[in-house]
């Protein structure tokens, strides 16, 4: 009376006992009485209770394994570099990827290790960051080449991260900092330079003008001169007479520009009637001392007695 619902109670559990479900993307590893009978794919599956037992689940999906390695570079600078492998359990050798490997995450950052402090010695530290994807590529060339014949197939290899000692990363930017300390130094002395050569420019072409206005002014009032000589040649002035009578008003027009300047400083000119005809004679002097002196050098004049000269 009581057996029958036991026998009962035990064959339910035989029966679900003998059906099972694998996941989408995931394998199942089936041993009968310890010894491996098949692979079973995503599904409904059917096995004997007690005899047989589902021995692993395998992950078919891409997985990601990131390794940290402490390498030196060949400028014997310690790195710390950041490794991301993407592996997959191949469909076809789920078999292998259960049975020959135990753990298959310690075997792939052993050959990561392996090539990283293989590679990364060569390199200076600067040409770490450009070639990353050469040594991700070397990572996983040889990672192919030897997990596949365990079961795992090596999707990608990536360097993400390349971390100096802290005091190198310091004198990186140090040196960056100088670097373009120095550029900008170039341009502003450059700017500099542009600027002063616009300003000589500027003013040497101010200079010829002014000079041509000078030449100018200097043509007009000799112009003018030689008009008022002639005019006042005209009404019976003679030409000693004139020549005073302009230079005593050029006198007393400088005196006049002078004192209406609020800019001048204190000078002290002789102004007495005679200044005019003193200036004059002055002037008239040197003139004909200076024709003497040119006229003489060209040999025009004889020279004078020797016994004159002595005297």
Do not use: W
Not at 27 to 38: C, D, I, Q
Not at 48 to 56: A, L
Not at 140 to 147: D, P
Not at 268 to 286: F, K, Q, R, V, Y
């Amino acid at each position: 009376m009581y057996a029958l619902p036991i026998i009962g109670f035990f064959l339910l559990i035989t029966l679900f006992a003998s059906f099972f479900t694998v996941k989408q993307e995931s394998a199942a590893v089936v041993e009968r009485l310890g010894k491996f009978l098949k692979v079973c794919d995503s599904g409904l599956h059917l096995k004997i209770p007690y005899i047989d037992q589902i021995s692993k689940r395998l992950n078919l999906r891409i997985q990601q394994l990131d390794v940290m390695i402490d390498t030196k570079t060949l400028d014997n600078v310690f790195v710390k570099m950041k490794v991301s492998v993407q592996y997959q359990v191949i469909r076809t050798n789920v078999k292998d990827a259960y049975y020959k490997l135990e753990n298959p995450e310690n075997q792939i950052t052993s050959y990561v290790f392996d090539v990283v402090r293989a590679e990364v010695p060569k390199t200076r530290l600067d040409d770490v960051f450009v070639r990353k994807d050469d040594i991700a590529n070397a990572v996983k060339n040889e990672l192919q080449e030897a997990m596949q014949s365990y079961g795992y197939d090596i999707i990608k290899a990536l360097v993400t991260d390349i971390d100096p000692d802290e005091q190198v990363k310091h004198a990186m930017n140090r040196i960056n900092a100088a670097e373009r300390e120095k550029t900008a130094a170039e341009y502003e002395s450059e700017a500099q330079r542009i600027r002063i050569v616009a300003v000589a420019k500027a003013e040497a072409e101010s200079k010829k003008l002014q000079g041509q206005g000078i030449a100018d002014q200097r043509r007009e009032i000799a112009r003018g001169l030689e008009e008022s000589v002639r005019m006042l040649n005209g009404v019976n002035i003679g030409s000693h007479e004139a020549s005073a009578l302009i230079v005593v008003t050029q006198h007393y027009d400088t005196l006049h520009s002078i004192g209406s300047s609020n800019r001048s400083s204190l000078v002290l000119l002789p102004n007495t009637p005679t200044t005019g005809t003193s200036m004059l004679n002055d002037m008239m002097t040197a003139m004909i001392s200076a024709t003497k002196v040119d006229e003489l050098d060209r040999g025009k004049l004889p020279p004078a007695p020797k016994d004159h000269l002595h005297s």
